[in-house]
């Protein structure tokens, strides 16, 4: 399918708008949920019905992962901005995939061919 400099552009734009909300809530980490025992000696979870579950967010800064216990009432929070993430990785690689077509399009557009395209 072909677009036009013009649309490319456009998508460009709305591409860079949703990202920004995107960057604010954005985590970096993988999530896990934890069944715990604790010390008390009679308590339920020696019998097996354990604690939890506990929510952790792991995040690997630089080579060492650090591993983080999710506060009760943050959990929605946490999830939207894992999920955030992912989607600003997934609209920046797409912003990227435009920024090269659009520097194809003006290497091919006159600058150094002598002659314009309309689209790509
Ligand atoms: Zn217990």
């Known amino acids: 399918m072909k677009h036009s ?3 490319i552009k ?3 734009r709305q ?3 949703t990202l920004t909300p ?3 809530k954005a985590l970096r980490a993988t999530l896990s949920e934890y069944y715990l025992t604790c ?3 009679n ?3 020696r019998k097996g019905k354990k604690h939890g579950p506990y929510l952790y967010l792991s995040s690997s800064g630089d080579a060492k992962v650090k591993m983080h216990k999710v506060p009760k009432g943050l959990e929605d929070k946490v999830r939207e901005g894992v999920t955030a993430y992912n989607d600003v990785w997934k609209k920046l690689c797409k912003l990227c995939e435009i920024n090269r077509e659009l520097l194809w ?3 091919l557009s006159g600058r150094y061919y002598g002659r314009k395209i309309q689209g790509i």
């Open 22 to 24: 995107l960057l604010k």
């Open 105 to 107: 399009n003006k290497k």
């Open 5 to 7: 400099l013009e649309s």
């Open 43 to 45: 308590c339920k979870c």
């Open 15 to 17: 591409l860079i708008k």
């Open 39 to 41: 010390g008390k000696k």
């Open 10 to 12: 456009e998508e460009r």
